[in-house]
T-cell receptor
Framework: SQQGEEDPQALSIQEGENATMNCSYKTSINNLQWYRQNSGRGLVHLILIRSNEREKHSGRLRVTLDTSKKSSSLLITASRAADTASYFCATGASGGSYIPTFGRGTSLIVHP | KAGVTQTPRYLIKTRGQQVTLSCSPISGHRSVSWYQQTPGQGLQFLFEYFSETQRNKGNFPGRFSGRQFSNSRSEMNVSTLELGDSALYLC?????????????FGPGTRLTVL
């Protein structure tokens, strides 16, 4: 079963609005990453947050991590039509295990 | 730097056939991972190679195999294709494979099994 699960499954907003996506996971992690995928193409790495970090920023992206709740959120501020894509969280389990698990993704549509 | 390349981009096969997909990682990257993406199961990890050795493996049957060459290029093979193998196969490379870190994905190979 998928460890990371994004919520909501789909999100539709207007350009200029903020978009917030959430991710929950089940086991202890080393880090959590967010990726973006444009329709039918490869994934693009957005941001990595380590288990000992609580918040990270990159441009219009803000990621938070709450290890006590085993959850993370991705905030995209001032969204643009070009942000339309699917967003995935991915976790690497702690304890040296490499095997990454991806959630099913949030499909974001930004209307111009 | 050139990105991760995958060939072919599209492939149509029939049940029972076998297929080989190729991946060239970013220069200097020694870890190559393969993923299967389907609408039903999402993105699932197949296996990871590092320095020509398979170090990690997901939960897929033995029909799925791979290898890595000394130049870090990797191939993935699926034998006795089934309809359910229709998917987007993604390859990703990273500098090291010691833990799950930032991965650089290729555009994928879209496999259709008829």
């Amino acid at each position: 079963s998928q460890q990371g699960e994004e919520d909501p499954q789909a999100l539709s907003i207007q350009e200029g609005e903020n978009a917030t996506m959430n991710c929950s996971y089940k086991t202890s992690i080393n880090n959590l990453q967010w990726y973006r995928q444009n329709s039918g193409r490869g994934l693009v790495h957005l941001i990595l947050i380590r288990s000992n970090e609580r918040e990270k920023h990159s441009g219009r992206l803000r990621v938070t991590l709450d290890t006590s709740k085993k959850s993370s959120s991705l905030l995209i501020t001032a969204s643009r039509a070009a942000d339309t894509a699917s967003y995935f969280c991915a976790t690497g389990a702690s304890g040296g295990s490499y095997i990454p698990t991806f959630g099913r993704g949030t499909s974001l549509i930004v209307h111009p | 730097k050139a990105g991760v390349t995958q060939t072919p981009r599209y492939l149509i096969k029939t049940r029972g056939q076998q297929v080989t997909l190729s991946c060239s990682p970013i220069s200097g990257h020694r870890s190559v991972s393969w993923y299967q993406q389907t609408p039903g199961q999402g993105l699932q990890f197949l296996f990871e190679y590092f320095s020509e050795t398979q170090r990690n493996k997901g939960n897929f049957p033995g029909r799925f195999s791979g290898r890595q060459f000394s130049n870090s290029r990797s191939e993935m093979n699926v034998s006795t294709l089934e309809l359910g193998d229709s998917a987007l196969y993604l390859c990703a490379s990273s500098l090291t494979g010691q833990e799950f870190r930032e991965q650089f994905f290729g555009p994928g190979t879209r496999l259709t099994v008829l």
